[in-house]
């Protein structure tokens, strides 16, 4: 079983609608969580952080679920921008050392 | 946010010789850095973490003869592929880290796509 898992997808929503993706981890040790976009062919990109109490970032909006293992991204208003593979990335300890990436889950927006 | 630079951001090699690829910290010092690798329509996997000082750390089944990495200063982490092969053609990615409100955030340079013919 890999350290983090996510449903590689693709997910193909119409333009305005609302997406979700989960990501679990098997490590509790997992101390901070984060979603990454990126595009075909380019470097991934900090989307956000992922913290305990739920953050939200414009159409963004990031839970944690300790008790349960998953982290979740919500995408409400889909743009056609938002088509990216998302990853779900976990730092499995308090320091830099050990950073885990899902395999990504592909998102694509059709007008 | 933090940029990091890499370069070159494209290289074609010929089976048997060796790339060097550079990974920059531009506006912050990093003290460690990560090499990872991403063949096409995978995710990244770490090959190794590049600590200033010191010598890297590999990831299992990353041959450390094979992908030297050279951590000399604060800003500049170096991967060389030595004696590269068809099957070293991937896309490499550095990251280096950046502390922020108690979490660590990976900043990644823009990735060099090498091909070895």
């Known amino acids: 079983r890999k350290e983090v898992e996510q449903d590689p997808g693709p997910f193909n929503v119409p333009e305005g609608a609302t997406v979700a993706f989960n990501c679990t981890y098997s490590n509790s040790a997992s101390q901070s969580f984060f979603w990454y976009r990126q595009d075909c062919r380019k470097e991934p990109k900090l989307l956000m952080s992922?913290?305990?109490s739920g953050n939200e970032d414009g159409r963004f909006t990031a839970q944690l679920n300790r008790a349960s293992q998953y982290i979740s991204l919500l995408i409400r208003d889909s743009k056609l921008s938002d088509s990216a593979t998302y990853l779900c990335?976990?730092?499995?300890?308090?320091?830099?050392?050990?950073?885990?990436f899902g395999s990504g889950t592909r998102l694509s927006i059709r007008p | 946010g933090a940029v990091v630079s890499q370069h070159p951001s494209r290289v074609i090699c010929k089976s048997g010789t060796s790339v060097k690829i550079e990974c920059r910290s531009l506006d912050f010092q990093a003290t460690t850095m990560f090499w990872y690798r991403q063949f096409p329509k995978q995710s990244l996997m770490l090959m190794a973490t590049?600590?200033?000082?010191?010598?890297?750390?590999?990831e299992q089944g990353v041959e450390k003869d094979k992908f030297l990495i050279n951590h000399a200063s604060l800003t500049l982490s170096t991967l060389t592929v030595t004696s590269a092969h068809p099957e070293d053609s991937s896309f490499y990615i550095c990251?280096?880290?950046?502390?922020?409100?108690?979490?660590?955030?990976?900043?990644f340079g823009p990735g060099t796509r090498l091909t070895v013919t």
């Open positions: 990251s280096a880290t950046v502390t922020s409100g108690g979490a660590y955030e990976q900043y």
């Open positions: 990335v976990v730092n499995r300890y308090s320091s830099a050392s050990k950073i885990i």
């Open positions: 992922v913290y305990s």
């Open positions: 590049s600590n200033e000082g010191s010598k890297a750390t590999y």
